[in-house]
């Protein structure tokens, strides 16, 4: 079988305590029925075990819920400065793809305004 191995053990008082306890592979099906309750009948020890899982995993439930919106909210804050640095890039390639259309734009009209003023300065010279 297996070695046994350090894992979590409900004790008196529904506390988990850390022993070393053989896992499932080292116990035969016969040792397994042996320790299983009857399934004809609850005794209280039984109900009370079952009182302290029941409680137990509601607090495992809390402890969940509270890890993973711990976690979404770190995932979330992370997702944001990744979307801001890329937004801040972004926009800055855009204003200066802009910056250099602006530039290009106001070149021309000003190479059309020459050429306009120079073809009206041709038509009144010649009426």
Known sequence: GRPAKAVPRLVDGGQFSPVATPTLATHTPSDIVSRTPSLTGVDSRGAMAS???ARLIGE????????LTSRIRLLTAELRGELLREITIRLADAEAKAGVVEVNVDHKIQRVAAEFAQRLGRLLGTQ
Do not use: V
């Open 51 to 53: 009182t302290n899982f």
């Open 60 to 67: 495992m439930d809390a402890e969940l819920r509270i890890e």
